[in-house]
C-alpha cells in the first residue's frame, strides 16, 4: 500500500506515515452521503462495518487535517467486532490510502491553475466505495441537495439495512427487492422512485454488473450504466469514478461546468489527463469556494 504500514489492535486499526489527509474535504466534499462528523472526526460505513475515523499529528493528538505534517496517521475505530489483516487493507483502499497523491499532486501542479487549486485543498482523497451503494446513492443526489440526498440514504437504510450499532448500514440490493416503485414514492424520492426501481432490478437480473462495470473501458463503461433509466453521463461518472476507480471519469454539474470554462477555457490541461476525475475534485472544491 506504498509504504503505508498499518497496526491491528483489539478493535482499531492504525495507519502509519499519512500523507496530505483531510477529513472535510474528502467527507463533505459532496462524493459519499453517510458520513457524518462527530468529535474530532467522521463515523460512517466501510466495508458494511461501523467505524469511526480520526487524524493524528506526530504527537498523536487528533487533528481534521495532516496536510503538510510528517509523521502522521490515521485511526479507523470499529464497533462490534475486531479489524483482520484483510479488512485493514480494504479498509485503507476505500480511504485511497494505496494512492499516491503526493505524486499526482506534483505532476497536476505543473500546470499554475491546478497548483492553485491544490494548494487550496491539499487534502482531498477520492475514496473508493461500495459500487451498488454509490449507483443508489447518486440517483437519489439528481436535483437534490446534499442534506436531503443524506436524510433520504438514512431513510432507506434505516428502514431495509442491517442494524450496526446505533446506525443502520446502506441496504444490499437483495434487501431493496421486494421494494416497489410506489414504496419509493411514499417514502418520498419523487420522480427518481421509477429510476431506483429500475437500477436494483437491473442489478438483481445481472444486466448490471459490477465485475463487468469494472473490466469495462471508460466509454463502454459509461454507455453500460446508462442502461439503466434515469441514468445518464454525470449519474454514470460519479458512479465510476467513486466506486470503479475510472479516474478519466468526469462528473460535470453547474459548478464545474462554469469552473472550467474560466480557469480552463482551453479544455483540459495535459497535466491531469488519465486522472481527470481526481483534479476534478480539486477544481470542484477550488471553483466552489472562489469564483
Known sequence: MNNIQFVLNTDKIIYKNIGDYDLEQTFECG???????????????????????????????????VCGMENASMTVKLYGTQPTEEFALAAGRFLALDTDYAALKKQFAQNEVMARAIEFAPGIRVLNQDFFETLITFIISQNNNIPRIKQLCDRISEG???????????????????????DYRDMKFGFRAKYLADAVAK???????????????????QKYLMQIKGVGPKVADCVLLFSCRQYRSFPKDVWIKKAMAQLFPDGIPQE????????????????????
Open 272 to 291: 491531469i489527463e488519465g486522472y481527470e476525475g481526481i483534479a476534478q475534485q480539486y477544481i470542484f472544491h477550488y471553483a466552489r469556494h472562489t469564483l
Open 160 to 182: 431495509y439495512g442491517t442494524k450496526v450499532g446505533d446506525r443502520y448500514a446502506f441496504p444490499t440490493a437483495q434487501q431493496m427487492k421486494d421494494i416497489t416503485e410506489q
Open 203 to 221: 442489478v438483481l437480473e445481472g444486466t448490471i454488473s459490477e465485475r463487468t462495470v469494472k473490466s469495462l473501458p471508460y466509454e463502454e463503461a
Open 31 to 65: 462524493q459519499a452521503f453517510r458520513f457524518d462528523r462527530y468529535a474530532d472526526g467522521y463515523t460512517g460505513f466501510v466495508e458494511k462495518q461501523l467505524c469511526y475515523i480520526t487524524l493524528q499529528d506526530e504527537k498523536g493528538q487528533n487533528v481534521p487535517s
